[in-house]
């Protein structure tokens, strides 16, 4: 069992930035960020997937490339989703997911383990 604890969630003005923190009780081979705004379905932003040694392969939604970054810490064992030039469009409950399956990692269905989700919301 990961237990997974979101931080980091906010208000901001549009074009401001955030760092969401997600830290887990243990590791895996991939976690995820999604988001949920009201009235809307669960949506993928970013993955981080570990391969070998020291090397990641990250992924993100064509809406946020080029602003968010995902990147994790292992000593840590903390992913972390660094959102740059914020729209009001972002704004949603941001969750944090982990699972060791490799395939369909895109997918919210795919994971385990899920946080309790943090609140970003962009005023504009």
């Known amino acids: 069992q990961v237990q997974l604890r979101e931080s980091g969630g906010g208000l901001v003005q549009a074009g401001g930035s955030l760092r969401l923190s997600c830290a887990a009780s243990g590791r895996s081979s991939v976690m995820g960020w999604f988001r949920q705004a009201p009235g809307k379905e669960r949506e993928f932003v970013a993955r981080?997937?570990?391969?070998?040694?020291?090397?990641?392969?990250?992924d993100y939604t064509d809406s946020v490339k080029g602003r968010f970054i995902i990147s994790r810490d292992n000593f840590k064992n903390t992913v972390y989703l660094q959102m740059n030039s914020l729209k009001p469009e972002d704004t949603a409950v941001y969750y944090c997911?982990?699972?060791?399956?490799?395939?369909?990692?895109?997918?919210?269905?795919?994971?385990?383990?899920w946080g309790q989700g943090t609140q970003v919301t962009v005023s504009s």
């Open positions: 997911a982990a699972t060791n399956r490799l395939r369909d990692s895109e997918l919210g269905e795919t994971y385990e383990y």
């Open positions: 981080i997937r570990w391969s070998s040694g020291r090397t990641y392969y990250t």
